[in-house]
């Protein structure tokens, strides 16, 4: 009896589905080559002087009173003593602002610019500001405001 049920239990197990068992495939061997970096540029160096100026309002009346600050910086520095000017860029002319500010102790300038209406409402307006040092200009990044 023992024979009969071993030849049924081989039968049915037959009688099942059949898996089949595959192998993964080796992979291919990736090599870098060394040289690949040649190609990728030098992190720029920070120029010696660096500025920035901003205005106090982004958003003034037409007719406010703004005003525009400016920072020099060398090697992340503050300059004190650095003599300043600026140039406000309205939509139909601009405006040299003749105050003549020297750099504080923390590298800080300020201008007022009294706006009377010279920039039309919603319309971007620049201001440059540049110092002088070292018999050189350095010029800033604009400060800008949109007049309400």
């Not at 970096?37 to 100026?53: F, H, N, R, S, T």
């Not at 504080?104 to 919603?122: A, E, K, M, T």
């Not at 500001?129 to 400060?143: I, L, R």
Request: proline share 9%; hydrophobic share 40%.
């Amino acid at each position: 009896m023992s024979t009969l049920l071993l030849t049924l239990l081989l039968v049915l197990s037959g009688c099942g589905p059949a898996i089949a068992v595959t192998r993964p495939q080796a992979q291919p061997t990736v090599t870098i080559n060394k040289s690949f970096q040649k190609g990728i540029p030098q992190v720029p160096k920070l120029p010696k002087y660096l500025c920035g100026a901003w205005s106090s309002a982004n958003n003034p009346n037409p007719y406010g009173v703004i005003t525009i600050y400016a920072r020099l910086t060398q090697n992340v520095k503050p300059v004190p003593g650095a003599s300043a000017q600026a140039t406000a860029h309205f939509a139909y002319g601009d405006l040299n602002l003749d105050q003549a500010p020297v750099s504080d102790s923390g590298g800080y300038v300020s201008f007022v610019l009294q706006l009377r209406g010279q920039q039309p409402q919603l319309t971007a307006a620049t201001v440059d500001v540049s110092f002088n040092v070292d018999g050189k200009t350095v010029t800033c990044t604009p400060a800008f405001f949109t007049p309400q």
